[in-house]
């Protein structure tokens, strides 16, 4: 059964895993249903994932990055002026400030795995999928009309590109 929205707005991300190959799916049953226990080696401490964590929270974010953020978010509702045409005629509610939080923290993330040391709109717009695509409640248009959630991220991306870098 499909979670309610305030239970979905509570994961970071929405992550599209397709169906798997037939090779795939042959390979996910002979692991699964053999007798053999499938064993792990620590890849962190516990410590050590705490302060990763502490660390992408110390990232800098410029004024700028995180507005824009907040812009993409507010552009999410259909009742903004911002909005797109297409999020006023297939969303019923926009993403919650969740979205923007998730944005934020997740484009730290990718601008710490690049070796960057700080955020960028880039990151932001390279997350807003992942963060916003289960945030946003559809209308019965949208799904008459075959318009998911993805299709509308796009037109708000596109309605707001990345700003200008401030000085």
Known sequence: YPLPEAQLDRFLFKVVVGYPTSSELAEIVSRTTAGAEATTDPVVSGDELLEMGAAVRRLPAARHVVEYAARI???????????????????????????????????????????????????????????????????????ADGVDADALVNAVLERHPEPEAVD
Do not use: C, W
């Open 73 to 143: 978010v507010e552009a999410t509702h259909p009742e903004s002026p911002s909005a797109p045409s297409l999020i006023q005629k297939y969303v019923r509610f926009g993403a919650s400030p969740r979205g923007a939080q998730a944005m934020v923290l997740g484009g730290k993330v990718a601008a710490l795995l690049e070796g960057r040391p700080n955020l960028s709109a880039h990151d932001i717009r390279a997350i807003a999928p992942f963060a916003l695509r289960h945030r946003l409640v559809l209308g019965y248009e949208a799904i």
